[in-house]
């Protein structure tokens, strides 16, 4: 496996061949079909644990009493864990920005939004809407609508960056993704002013995360 998101890493799709995985990890090539059953299935079990490194970095946002600034951090986290590998976020995501990926046709093995290692990561994000409801900040709403929405405001910002489209921006993190959050959650209900001071304390809540890594 890490053979594999190295290779993902360094020369993206075209390195998930079998012969190459095999070299790189110092197996044989049929280890890699008897344990995964092909580079379809391979391709499948390294988007899982691309879920699990995200899981694994939304669990390290700490619960506090700002669950907009806890939501925030936890954007900012996932376009760490995006930039950190982007050929492996395109993978989990079934993007097609530096390659076409062929997932597996049945509807049930997909490589993102059915696997348990997807759901797990996802769980961090709709408890994180619960406790944004529960707080009164915003109106009554469902906490799962919420995490819909703030999962495509935020993938759909990760995408454009990473493919350049924010080059404009002297800080596009500052100047696109904090505002357009912003008016997310105003949108929401909450209070402009308190929605503004909320993300700038996930900022600095994310910077505390990645010094102490």
């Known amino acids: 496996m890490r053979a594999a998101v190295g290779l993902l890493a360094e020369q993206g799709p075209s ?10 990890s110092g197996l044989s090539t049929m280890v890699v ?12 079990a390294v988007s ?3 879920f699990k ?4 970095a939304f669990s390290q946002v700490p619960v ?6 806890d939501l925030y951090a936890m954007a900012l986290a996932c376009r760490r864990v995006a930039h950190e590998n982007p050929h492996l976020y395109d993978l989990m995501f079934g993007l097609s920005i530096r390659a ?3 997932p597996i046709p049945d509807a049930d093995r997909r490589l993102s939004g059915h696997s348990p290692a997807f759901r797990d990561a996802y769980a961090h994000v709709t408890a994180a809407c619960e406790r944004l409801v529960g707080s009164g900040r915003v109106e009554r709403q469902e906490p799962a609508a919420i995490a819909a929405q703030l999962w495509s405001l935020v993938h759909g910002y990760i995408t454009l960056e990473l493919a350049d489209h924010f080059v404009e921006f002297e800080d596009a993190v500052e100047q696109v993704l904090l505002p357009m959050g912003v008016t997310f959650t105003v949108g929401l209900g909450d209070d402009r002013q308190r929605a503004r001071s909320s993300h700038e304390a996930g900022t600095r809540l994310h910077e505390s995360i990645v010094r102490s890594r």
């Not at 390195?15 to 790189?24: C, I």
């Not at 490194?53 to 694994?56: D, H, M, V």
């Open 100 to 102: 076409t990926y062929r």
């Open 48 to 50: 899982d644990h691309g």
């Open 64 to 69: 506090t009493e700002d669950p907009v600034a």
């Open 15 to 24: 390195g998930l061949k079998a012969r190459a995985v095999a070299s790189a």
């Open 33 to 44: 079909y008897s344990h995964f059953g092909g580079i379809p299935e391979l391709m499948r």
């Open 53 to 56: 490194e995200l899981g694994t």
